[in-house]
């Protein structure tokens, strides 16, 4: 196995706290116990109406929060806010810095870095904004460009914490997640930062995309002919009858510090940030590329300092889509040979929530590391073409110290990391 450009890192970074919503719930421990039960988010999609053409019928829909306990979401405050986006982003972020032990001061804001981001951002405003306009003649709402400006989400979250440090939207579609947190390294690894507030949140349950996902063949749709089937079974990676994602929502927050800064200040961190990778497929712009994901995979087991057998398992990208998993289901097996550790696939449980899918899987695998249980890819039919130990009989105890994480997004955009247990 050859590994190229790979960067030694000389700090150690690590994670202080985490928090996320999902389909699955909007506590952590919730959605853990449901995921650990091999329960589903998955259900019907009740965003907008649906006509009786519209192609999609099911969706990863993220309850409804009770915002009486949090000052900075009542209505008041939120009132020009109206992408859910913004609402559940300070959510996860508020509830990841006090688990996290940081208090952040005026004297501390100029060392915190934000990298938390989105990949579709709030569409949704501007599609409303549109709408208004054909119908009614009504001009946009004064919020609308900032309800949908990309780099919006990460200002907000400065404005809630009073963060200062470097700033930055880390948009690689569905790796998002993933890429903030490896931005958020580099920051630390140049020092231009202490702590780093990380991770990402999408809504994108918004007409156009969630079509536009069925035209491009990657949202799950029944087969032609046959009835619907439960929305809790719709969504199965690397399964012989996957048909496509199913677009959800949701957001998480992870919050890395160095550990210089963990000791000073007296913080005991669980998870270190122990190696990652990006690579860029050149190709085709849906299409994943074996051998730029191979190497994404090869060059963040080398960052860590590891050879593969150290793994002890795989959190996989997993989408559902018939080429995707099987390109990841191959790497993996030129990278580990014939010791491939177990791979659990999340969407099966929480469907697809773009960016931010990524930083909510990186959240269970670590809630997994602590509990020692790997959680079970659901809704698996083995498919000869893919041979993996999916742990597809239910939740699984298992030790881990090492977890590697994949993330791939469109446009080639490939992102991985690997975490490792520190108590």
Same mark, same amino acid.
């Given at each position: 196995?050859?590994?190229?450009?790979?960067?030694?890192?000389?700090?150690?970074?690590?994670?202080?706290?985490?928090?996320?919503?999902?389909?699955?719930?909007?506590?952590?421990?919730?959605?853990?116990?449901?995921?650990?039960?091999?329960?589903?988010?998955?259900?019907?999609?009740?965003?907008?109406?649906?006509?009786?053409?519209?192609?999609?019928?099911?969706?990863?829909?993220?309850?409804?929060?009770?915002?009486?306990?949090?000052?900075?979401?009542?209505?008041?405050?939120?009132?020009?806010?109206?992408?859910?986006?913004?609402?559940?982003?300070?959510?996860?972020?508020?509830?990841?810095?006090?688990?996290?032990?940081?208090?952040?001061?005026?004297?501390?804001?100029?060392?915190?870095?934000?990298?938390?981001?989105?990949?579709?951002?709030?569409?949704?405003?501007?599609?409303?904004?549109?709408?208004?306009?054909?119908?009614?003649?009504?001009?946009?709402?004064?919020?609308?460009?900032?309800?949908?400006?990309?780099?919006?989400?990460?200002?907000?979250?400065?404005?809630?914490?009073?963060?200062?440090?470097?700033?930055?939207?880390?948009?690689? =579609?569905?790796?998002?997640?993933?890429?903030?947190?490896?931005?958020?390294?580099?920051?630390?690894?140049?020092?231009?930062?202490?702590?780093?507030?990380?991770? =990402?949140?999408?809504?994108?349950?918004?007409?156009?995309?969630?079509?536009?996902?069925?035209?491009?063949?990657?949202?799950?749709?029944?087969?032609?002919?046959?009835?619907?089937?439960?929305?809790?079974?719709?969504?199965?990676?690397?399964?012989?009858?996957?048909?496509?994602?199913?677009?959800?929502?949701?957001?998480?927050?992870?919050?890395?510090?160095?550990?210089?800064? =963990?000791?000073?200040?007296?913080? =005991?961190?669980?998870?270190?940030?122990?190696?990652?990778?990006?690579?860029?497929?050149?190709?085709?712009?849906?299409?994943?590329?074996?051998?730029?994901?191979?190497?994404?995979?090869?060059?963040?087991?080398?960052?860590?300092?590891?050879?593969?057998?150290?793994?002890?398992?795989?959190?996989?990208?997993?989408?559902s889509t018939k080429v995707g998993d099987k390109v990841e289901a191959d790497v993996l097996h030129d990278v580990f040979g014939g010791k491939l550790p177990p791979v659990s696939a999340n969407k099966s449980q929480l469907g697809h929530a773009m960016g931010a899918s990524s930083a909510?899987?990186?959240?269970?695998?670590?809630?997994?590391?602590?509990?020692?249980?790997?959680?079970?890819?659901?809704?698996?039919?083995?498919?000869?073409?893919?041979?993996?130990?999916?742990?597809?009989?239910?939740?699984?105890?298992?030790?881990?110290?090492?977890?590697?994480?994949?993330?791939?997004?469109?446009?080639?955009?490939?992102?991985?990391?690997?975490?490792?247990?520190?108590?």
């Amino acid at each position: 196995m050859m590994f190229r450009g790979c960067l030694m890192s000389s700090k150690r970074a690590v994670i202080l706290g985490y928090d996320c919503v999902s389909s699955l719930g909007t506590d952590l421990e919730t959605q853990w116990r449901r995921a650990a039960d091999g329960e589903s988010g998955i259900s019907g999609l009740t965003r907008f109406p649906l006509t009786a053409d519209f192609p999609v019928r099911i969706a990863g829909e993220v309850p409804e929060i009770d915002v009486s306990p949090y000052p900075f979401l009542q209505p008041r405050e939120m009132a020009h806010w109206t992408s859910p986006i913004f609402k559940y982003a300070l959510l996860v972020v508020h509830r990841a810095l006090i688990k996290s032990g940081i208090t952040i001061s005026p004297a501390l804001a100029p060392r915190i870095a934000v990298t938390f981001s989105t990949a579709v951002g709030g569409l949704d405003a501007v599609l409303h904004a549109d709408r208004l306009l054909k119908a009614e003649g009504k001009l946009p709402h004064p919020f609308t460009n900032p309800n949908s400006c990309i780099n919006m989400v990460g200002g907000k979250v400065s404005i809630l914490t009073g963060a200062t440090g470097p700033i930055c939207s880390t948009i690689t =579609a569905c790796a998002t997640g993933i890429t903030s947190l490896i931005i958020g390294e580099m920051l630390l690894q140049r020092g231009m930062a202490d702590v780093v507030i990380g991770g =990402a949140v999408d809504f994108p349950l918004v007409e156009p995309i969630v079509a536009g996902f069925a035209t491009m063949n990657g949202a799950y749709r029944p087969k032609e002919g046959q009835p619907d089937e439960p929305p809790q079974k719709t969504s199965r990676p690397f399964s012989l009858n996957r048909r496509g994602f199913v677009v959800s929502e949701g957001a998480g927050c992870i919050i890395l510090a160095s550990a210089e800064f =963990a000791e000073a200040h007296g913080l =005991a961190p669980l998870f270190e940030l122990a190696g990652w990778g990006m690579t860029s497929d050149a190709g085709h712009f849906v299409s994943p590329n074996p051998v730029t994901v191979q190497r994404c995979i090869e060059e963040t087991i080398a960052n860590a300092r590891l050879q593969p057998e150290d793994i002890d398992a795989v959190n996989a990208h997993a989408t559902s889509t018939k080429v995707g998993d099987k390109v990841e289901a191959d790497v993996l097996h030129d990278v580990f040979g014939g010791k491939l550790p177990p791979v659990s696939a999340n969407k099966s449980q929480l469907g697809h929530a773009m960016g931010a899918s990524s930083a909510i899987e990186t959240i269970l695998a670590m809630e997994g590391m602590c509990r020692d249980t790997l959680l079970p890819t659901i809704n698996y039919i083995p498919d000869p073409a893919i041979v993996l130990d999916c742990v597809a009989e239910g939740a699984r105890k298992l030790k881990q110290e090492f977890v590697l994480k994949n993330s791939f997004g469109f446009g080639g955009c490939n992102s991985c990391v690997l975490l490792r247990r520190l108590v």
